[in-house]
């Protein structure tokens, strides 16, 4: 009795297509249809790799690693300079997750940029942030505000020595005026100086130095008083928010 073989069952044809069909390896260009492109390294059809990503709209270029389909790694991205006719840089460093992650330089203008540490996008960690004024910020940053321990040095050569709180100074500090040879060192709220004590700091090289000098203050325990002074007004706040 002759014995009988089934077919192989095969595959549906769509099912082969698209697995060919799929873009893995390194592809010229490869073009949306927005007109958006894209040459660089693919896995299982997603970019992933190194590669160059133009965006049509934007004008915009993104050059660096890709994970995945999302900006992820090292990378740079630039813009369109209309009155120079070329590609400025806008932010070089790390990425994760398509998001600006980690150590990175971000340019806010021909004089004004950032260097320091990012978070979801937001400037978060240790930076240093040159504005275009002059005046340059150093220290901690939290959601894009200096938040914690930092220094600003205005253009002037005053700084700021201090704690900070949503992008404002805020707690204990000292501020050197340097311009009329004084240094104020107490408690602040809200960018408020409320109570501290000033004293006669490098008068004499001052470039503008105060036409009288602050007299020696005879007190036994000047900072007893001070921290009196800053407990009274921690408990008047309190009182003020109930």
Known sequence: ??????????????????????????????????????????????????????????????????????????????????????????????????????YGIQFYGPKEYYEGEWCGDQRSGW??????????????WWNDQH????????????????????????GHGRFF???HGQLFEGFWVDDVAKCGTMIDFGRDEAPQPTQFPIPEIKVLDPDGVLEEALAMFKKTEEEEGE
């Open 1 to 102: 009795m002759p014995l009988s073989k089934c077919p192989k069952k095969s595959e549906t044809p769509w099912k082969e297509w698209d697995r060919k069909a799929q873009k893995n390896g390194l592809r010229h260009q490869v073009f949306a249809v927005n007109g958006d492109h894209y040459v660089g390294e693919w896995k299982d059809n997603m970019k992933h790799g190194k590669g160059t990503q133009f965006w049509k709209k934007k004008g915009a270029i993104y050059e660096g690693d890709w994970k995945y389909g999302k900006r992820d790694g090292y990378g740079t991205l630039s813009l369109p300079d209309q009155e120079a006719g070329k590609y400025q840089r806008v932010y070089s460093g790390w990425w994760k997750n398509n998001k600006k992650s980690g």
């Open 127 to 140: 930076g240093r942030m040159y504005y275009s004024n002059g005046d340059i910020y150093e220290g901690q």
């Open 147 to 170: 938040e914690g321990e930092g220094m600003l040095r205005l253009k002037n050569g005053n700084r700021y020595e201090g704690y900070w709180q949503r992008g404002m100074k805020n």
């Open 177 to 179: 005026h340097l311009d």
